[in-house]
T-cell receptor, first 110, second 118 residues
Framework: LAKTTQPISMDSYEGQEVNITCSHN???????ITWYQQFPSQGPRFIIQ???TKVTNEVASLFIPADRKSSTLSLPRVSLSDTAVYYC???????????FGTGTKLQVIP | ETGVTQTPRHLVMGMTNKKSLKCEQH?????MYWYKQSAKKPLELMFV???????ENNSVPSRFSPECPNSSHLFLHLHTLQPEDSALYLC?????????????????FGDGTRLSIL
């Protein structure tokens, strides 16, 4: 399983764009990059998944460079409700044994 | 609403009690999971079920006994637990079992059962 490294915590003001970068130097050819969000006392929620280049949905964008050794989750114009822990996972396609790290605790400040 | 419902949301029990956690999903998924999340520790995968069959046991102590009667329901039977077993227990489901599918199918989580062992 590819190991991921992401910042332990980040602070941001409301309305700003937040970029959280995850390093995954030993990512394998059939691995996908997946991000989850977790609020206190709730289960993680899937945000976005990608394999290469850029993926965008109604919540976030995911940027993956050509070497795929890192990825950046971009949250546009964050609000207080985006305060949560964000997890970066690298998992092989179809594989179920996913490993969550400690994640990045994002604190949005008014 | 995630489509995965866990009951009870909170549970306090003594070390000699026997209790069960229940998970139900209405998403038509055929894989279900139990995770443990202790304070200040990452989520730990405990068990994986595919089409009602257990396919992964991540070295979980026998005082935790899972049961999957069908693809929509998953139970975790608890007995003789220890104080260090106090944690948030999360259930998840996904649409694709291991070894199939080209993409990684994200897991859908319930909101967990907060378990406290006295």
């Amino acid at each position: 399983l590819a190991k991921t490294t992401q910042p332990i915590s980040m602070d941001s003001y409301e309305g700003q764009e937040v970029n959280i970068t995850c390093s995954h130097n030993n990512i394998a050819t059939n691995d996908y990059i997946t991000w989850y969000q977790q609020f206190p006392s709730q289960g993680p929620r899937f945000i976005i998944q990608g394999y290469k280049t850029k993926v965008t949905n109604e919540v976030a964008s995911l940027f993956i460079p050509a070497d795929r050794k890192s990825s950046t989750l971009s949250l546009p114009r964050v609000s207080l409700s985006d305060t949560a822990v964000y997890y970066c996972l690298v998992v092989a396609g179809g594989y179920q044994k996913v490993t969550f790290g400690t994640g990045t605790k994002l604190q949005v400040i008014p | 609403e995630t489509g995965v419902t866990q009951t009870p949301r909170h549970l306090v029990m003594g070390m000699t009690n026997k209790k069960s956690l229940k998970c139900e999903q209405h998403l038509g998924h055929n894989a279900m999971y139990w995770y443990k999340q202790s304070a200040k520790k990452p989520l730990e995968l405990m068990f994986v079920y595919n089409f009602k069959e257990q396919t992964e046991n991540n070295s979980v102590p026998s005082r935790f006994s899972p049961e999957c009667p069908n693809s929509s329901h998953l139970f975790l039977h608890l007995h003789t637990l220890q104080p260090e077993d106090s944690a948030l227990y999360l259930c998840a489901s996904s649409p694709t079992p291991a070894g199939t599918g080209r993409t990684n199918q994200p897991q859908h989580f319930g909101d967990g059962t907060r378990l406290s062992i006295l």
